[in-house]
């Protein structure tokens, strides 16, 4: 159960084990729902779910499937049945396509997908600082955000996994990420922390009138 060596959440994931934030989250259906995205093209997609419940965040469910169009995973994200506020892209998501000449944005909301936002290119260490604040407030349900196969179990084990690369040369971790299965659950999860931002009020909110309507 010890945390790997080399681990950036290692000891964040174990605090969260031990303190019963690893468990059954049910969804809240009061609650909107935020998702997050890596994306790949031939490489692996995965989708954070999560959703603000008072100074927590409860991660609801996760998605990680690899070889599928865009068109795969908004009928996912409608399948679920969440009621979503808000869509986190990572900054490539801006990038135009050579064969379309369309961001993946724009095929996105032309599938029906709205409220997208691109999370802007920041430094990975900051991103990483930034995960680890998040996980401490973060409740995972433990059946929905675990997705078992020949390589390890996905999503909260991608977290687990998410390491240093390592310099077999000189002997020590680079300050670096290594690339490997765990680093697109990573990615996924460190474009929820740095687009997520707790304080903002929902559309609902803002909605509501500044001042109450009164006769007085």
């Known amino acids: ?24 989250v049910p969804y809240d259906r009061s609650v909107p729902v935020y998702t997050a995205w890596d994306l790949g093209i031939s490489d692996t ?3 954070w779910f999560a959703q603000i419940i008072g ?18 995973y908004t009928k996912e994200l409608k399948a679920r049945g969440y009621d979503y506020e808000e869509h986190y892209l990572p900054h490539d998501a801006a990038a135009r396509d050579l064969g379309t000449g369309k961001t993946r944005v724009e095929t ?15 430094d990975i260490a ?3 600082n930034a995960s680890r604040l998040l996980i401490g407030k973060c409740w995972f349900d433990e059946q929905k955000c675990t997705i078992k196969n020949e390589q390890g179990d996905r999503g909260i084990g991608s977290l687990e996994s998410y390491e240093k690369k390592w310099d077999s040369k000189n002997k020590i ?39 109450a309507d009164n006769k007085y």
């Open 1 to 24: 159960t010890a945390a790997l060596v080399g681990a950036y959440y290692g000891k964040e994931l174990t605090r969260a084990r031990n303190e019963g934030r690893i468990t059954k």
């Open 55 to 72: 100074r927590a965040v409860h991660i609801i469910d996760y998605l990680e499937m690899s070889g599928m169009g865009l068109d795969y």
């Open 108 to 122: 996105l909301k032309s599938l029906g997908l709205k409220n997208v936002t691109v999370v802007p290119k920041s």
């Open 45 to 47: 997609t995965v989708i």
């Open 126 to 128: 900051d991103g990483i």
């Open 173 to 211: 971790f680079q300050p670096k990420p290594l690339h490997n299965w765990a680093s697109h659950g990573a990615d996924g999860f460190r474009t929820l922390a740095m687009g997520l931002d707790e304080d903002r009020p929902t559309r609902d909110q803002r909605r509501l009138p500044p001042m």
